[in-house]
């Protein structure tokens, strides 16, 4: 499997911006996927970086570098409704399947 | 109105007893996956299917088995076997493996609990 770590908990005002880190070992990358899950609910898709670079999607925005094995996903204006886990996943190549992180429980405060 | 359904969202059951949930997909997804999640852990990957009538063995398949007879449907069957199988499972799809984002579109999940 693939080794991938992010912070377990943060916690962060409403209308500020909070920064999720994740690090992945891996051989053969083809892919790296933010999904955002609210308790007991499935898990909806956020982002996918495969180049290097800043993807931004409206107040999301997810970063990639595959020569240190790091992205992250940037949170900005918070609201009370982006309270939820937010799981990093990897996809290698000539395999589809994907490797989930443990996620990070993010919560908003008024 | 296309999606993943899984029924039913809660399961009861009593200990060494086998049970199927269900997975049903209509968004014409040709591979199709099944993960379980404990509190406070990540996704774990069971099972997986490309196409139908195959299917692979993900991370943790031990005490789970699988079919894959019809396109639309994935259904896991928790056996007896499975030593802790109390958890909630979601199941998952994906347009075709190797496209490029190849994103997978979750089900609600189903929490089993096995008393």
């Known amino acids: 499997g693939q080794n991938i770590d992010q912070p377990t908990e943060m916690t962060a005002t409403e209308g500020a911006i909070v920064q999720i880190n994740c690090t992945y070992q891996t051989s053969g990358f083809n892919g790296l996927f933010w999904y955002q899950q609210h308790a007991g609910e499935a898990p909806t898709f956020l982002s996918y970086n495969v180049l290097d670079g800043l993807e931004e999607k409206g107040r999301f925005s997810s970063f990639l570098s595959r020569s240190k094995g790091y992205s992250y996903l940037l949170l900005k204006e918070l609201q009370m409704k982006d309270s939820a886990s937010y799981l990093c996943a990897v996809r290698v190549l000539n395999d589809y399947k994907l490797s989930f992180g443990a996620g990070t429980t993010v919560t908003v405060r008024a | 109105d296309g999606g993943i359904t899984q029924s039913p969202k809660y399961l009861f059951r009593k200990e060494g007893q086998n049970v199927t949930l269900s997975c049903e997909q209509n968004?014409?997804?040709?591979?199709m996956y099944w993960y379980r999640q404990d509190p406070g852990q990540g996704l774990r990957l069971i099972y997986y299917s490309q196409i139908v009538n195959d299917f692979q063995k993900g991370d943790i398949a031990e005490g789970y088995s699988v079919s894959r007879e019809k396109k639309e449907s994935f259904p896991l069957t928790v056996t007896s076997a499975q030593k802790n199988p109390t958890a909630f499972y979601l199941c998952a799809s994906s347009i075709r493996p190797g496209l490029e984002s190849d994103e997978q579109f979750f089900g609600p999940g189903t929490r089993l609990t096995v008393l």
């Open positions: 968004l014409n997804h040709d591979a």
